[in-house]
Nanobody, 131 residues
Framework: QVQVVASGGGLVQPGGSLRLSCVASESDPRYEYGIGWYRQAPGKAREGVSCISSRGSYTYYADSVKGRFAISRDNAENTALLQMNHLVPEDTATYYC???????????????????????WGRGAQVTVSS
């Protein structure tokens, strides 16, 4: 059983920055771990924001965050970071970290555009962008 521990988030003014982190609690050598974030704003569907494949070969960003968000990972620690810059009010949402188990590396787009029964989710982190 994989436990996903997410942290970060908070309140920031427009134009500010925040960072989210995500840790997969244990590593099963039979599987590879893709990591990413989805977000859900009130009254809206959950959407994939940014994901990174297990070996870091692939990254994915939603069009709305390209050029502003950056995802990275430390495979030795099974940790991923999402650096969010130039935040705008439309980024306000609850952000959820997802860890996708796979045999072999799968693309970050796969992780971010379609959920799977092999996903493990962390608790949501609230991000509020407001003046």
């Amino acid at each position: 059983q994989v436990q996903v521990v997410a942290s970060g988030g908070g309140l920031v003014q427009p134009g500010g920055s925040l960072r989210l982190s995500c840790v997969a609690s244990e590593s099963d050598p039979r599987y590879e771990y893709g990591i990413g974030w989805y977000r859900q704003a009130p009254g809206k569907a959950r959407e994939g924001v940014s994901c990174i494949s297990s070996r870091g070969s692939y990254t994915y960003y939603a069009d709305s965050v390209k050029g502003r968000f950056a995802i990275s990972r430390d495979n030795a620690e099974n940790t991923a970071l999402l650096q969010m810059n130039h935040l705008v009010p439309e980024d306000t949402a609850t952000y959820y970290c997802v860890v996708r188990l796979s045999v072999g590396e799968i693309t970050a787009q796969d992780i971010c555009t379609l959920t799977s029964g092999d996903d493990y989710w962390g608790r949501g982190a609230q991000v509020t962008v407001s003046s």
